[in-house]
């Protein structure tokens, strides 16, 4: 059953959770996001093609 005690234990849980996790966990959503994508950049210079 679902009430406000529970879902303030949860909640903590989450935040220490989130908290004592290692550096790596934490930006592995911008890693994953970026994943398998080329890189286009070139010596610090954006490459690109628009085709209509």
Avoid: D, E
């Avoid at 010596?43 to 085709?51: L, S």
Wanted: charged share 10%; hydrophobic share 40%.
């Amino acid at each position: 059953m679902n009430n406000r005690r529970s879902f303030l234990i949860k909640s903590a849980l989450g935040i220490v959770g989130a908290g004592i996790s290692p550096a790596w966990l934490q930006g592995a959503p911008g890693i994953i996001r970026n994943y398998n994508k080329p890189n286009s950049k070139i010596n610090g210079v954006q490459i690109g093609c628009i085709t209509y």
